[in-house]
Structure formats: structure tokens, C-alpha cells
T-cell receptor, first 113, second 113 residues
């Protein structure tokens, strides 16, 4: 079991550029979550999917953020255009079902300059 | 609304002593309560969890207690060791039927040798 796989591990981009973060959940897990972590705001849920369907995107900061899950083994989080305040660590997590803990990926450290 | 409060935000404990971290939650329907440990620069990792049909669960030096009436739960670490130094997050489920975890703000635990 390779765990939840995220790419890239680090991303440095200029303000205004498009950023795409990628996640491969654990095979057999039917829920996928995108979190953002900052010192000021802690762990914030951005969006989550059940069986590839977006369930709750109320945590997505604004229209610049979008997420997709075209199949059970892949999800993307896109920021367009990026801004310095988007700098954070973005975690993807998956779980096998309700009332089970999440397994987190290693995260993507995003820096927007 | 969905809210998990965690205290204290920082905790320093002499090696060998016990550490206790407390959390309260707002939704009486919550019924799954995991705890995560995050070492510096790494992903959050599940260390123990409890479901609402039990009041206490123990795993070696770690234990979690749950009081559903008061809507609070606690993490207890006994015989602390330097490798216990990390940030600990509690979490609780919300949105019955499409459960998602809301995390507390974290406790930075430092074990003093």
C-alpha cells in the first residue's frame, strides 16, 4: 500500500499563475478530502468527494479554487490565478468509509511569490 | 455550527510525566472522534480514535476518553518520551450521512528531557 500520493511536494510560483495540485487516494477508499494548513487558520477543509462526487465545497475560498475527481484514483485542486495568500501546505486525504480515520498524503507546500 | 475547541494550545511536560489534551464539540450527533499527531514538516497521522458507543479506549501509553453528555473528549499520554513531542489534533464528525471531520486548532506538546 503506497498510501495517499500527492504531487508535487513543493511548488513555487509567481502571483497570477495557475497551479495544479494532484492526489491519488488509496485504492478502495471511497472518500477524498482536500485540506489547507496554515499557522493562522490550522487545518481547513476545502472540499470533499464521496464516490467521485463533490459533496461539500463550502470551504473553497473563492472562485479561483476548483477541484475535480474524474475517477476513483485521481483528483486535482486548481488555483487560477494564484495569490500570495494562497501560500500554505495542501493536504489530500482519503478514507475507506464513514466513521473511519483519514489517511493523509505528504502534502504540497505551495509558495506564491 | 461545526466547531471543535481544543485546549491547551501549547503544553510542556517533563519526560516521564503525563500529558492531557482536551476537546469539546458542538454537534450532539457527532459519533466518531480521532486524534492525529503531526511532527514538524510531516503529515498528520492517526494515533487513536473512539466511537460514541464506548467511553474509553487505550493503546499502550495513549488513551482517549469520551463524555457524550458533556460533549467533550480527551487524549491522555502517560510516561511521555521525547518522541511524543509534536502537534496533536482532535477531530469530530459532522454532517450526518456525509460525514466529514472538523479539526481542532492543535496542541503543541513539548517533552522536556
Amino acid at each position: 500500500d503506497a498510501g495517499v500520493i500527492q504531487s508535487p511536494r513543493h511548488e513555487v510560483t509567481e502571483m497570477g499563475q495557475e497551479v495544479t495540485l494532484r492526489c491519488k487516494p488509496i485504492s478502495g477508499h471511497n472518500s477524498l478530502f482536500w485540506y489547507r494548513q496554515t499557522m493562522m487558520r490550522g487545518l481547513e477543509l476545502l472540499i470533499y468527494f464521496n464516490n467521485n462526487v463533490p459533496i461539500d465545497d463550502s470551504g473553497m475560498p473563492e472562485d479561483r479554487f476548483s477541484a475535480k475527481m474524474p475517477n476513483a484514483s485521481f483528483s486535482t485542486l486548481k488555483i487560477q490565478p494564484s495569490e500570495p495568500r494562497d501560500s500554505a501546505v495542501y493536504f489530500c486525504a482519503s478514507r475507506v468509509g464513514s466513521y473511519y480515520g483519514y489517511t493523509f498524503g505528504s502534502g504540497t507546500r505551495l509558495t506564491v511569490v | 455550527g461545526e466547531n471543535v475547541e481544543q485546549h491547551p494550545s501549547t503544553l510542556s511536560v517533563q519526560e516521564g510525566d503525563s500529558a492531557v489534551i482536551k476537546c469539546t464539540y458542538s454537534d450532539s450527533a457527532s459519533n466518531y472522534f480521532p486524534w492525529y499527531k503531526q511532527e514538524l514538516g510531516k503529515r498528520p497521522q492517526l494515533i487513536i480514535d473512539i466511537r460514541s458507543n464506548v467511553g474509553e479506549k487505550k493503546d499502550q501509553r495513549i488513551a482517549v476518553t469520551l463524555n457524550k453528555t458533556a460533549k467533550h473528549f480527551s487524549l491522555h499520554i502517560t510516561e511521555t518520551q521525547p518522541e511524543d513531542s509534536a502537534v496533536y489534533f482532535c477531530a469530530a464528525t459532522f454532517n450526518f450521512g456525509n460525514e466529514k471531520l472538523t479539526f481542532g486548532t492543535g496542541t503543541r506538546l513539548t517533552i522536556i528531557p
